[in-house]
């Protein structure tokens, strides 16, 4: 029989579905790809025609929580903020959305986005990474700082990026207030080293400038004693 895109379409949602449930309920360490599929109404085998492994359902799975809460995002009232608080909102936006996935995403979020185990192409937290990154360095651009960011920058950024996330799925504060807090003072210092960098690019490229002046003020001083 024939299947159509819209019946795999909707096979992988049921399978995305299904791990939601068996995620929350069993756990992430204990749910696996046979219970997802079981749970799906499908074949263990047929399972792997849409996702090469757990790690890749979860994957899709929060970058779909992600996508719509940038989206969110995006449809708000634009109002005028500081480079802090765009990033702030793009932050906690992202967070709320993935609250309802709290139970079991300490153990998913280590699997997949792990620093240990590099960063892949195609690998299951790589297209979070880089979607999540590309929505900061707009917000940056539009804050008057030169894109593309520095892969230092990026680096340093998602590294305190994904220390506040770690954090967030264990906050039992109240209204996670401690990640709020937690949250603002790592903005303040990625902001302060935007700047810096940006004070720094600055000051190359005006001793650069008078370097390239200075070479042409001798070459032409040469040509008139020539002369």
Partial sequence: MRVTAETKAETRQRIIDAAAKLFSSKGWENATTRDIAARAGIASGTLFNYFES???????????????AQQRLRRRPREVQSLEEDLFSLIWTELSSLRQ?????????????????????????????????????????GHGVAAPLPAVALQLYWTLYLGVFAFWTADDSPNQEDTLALLDQTLKLVVASLRQDEKREGSHERQSQRSHRGTAAKRHEGSRKRR
């Fill in 54 to 68: 757990k790690e890749a359902v979860v994957a899709e799975l929060l970058s779909a929580a992600l996508a719509n």
């Fill in 101 to 141: 996935f709290r139970r079991f995403l300490p153990a998913a979020a280590e699997t997949i986005f792990s620093p240990l185990r590099g960063f892949s192409q195609g690998g299951p937290g790589e297209s979070i990474r880089v979607k999540h990154l590309e929505a900061v360095e707009q917000i940056v651009k």
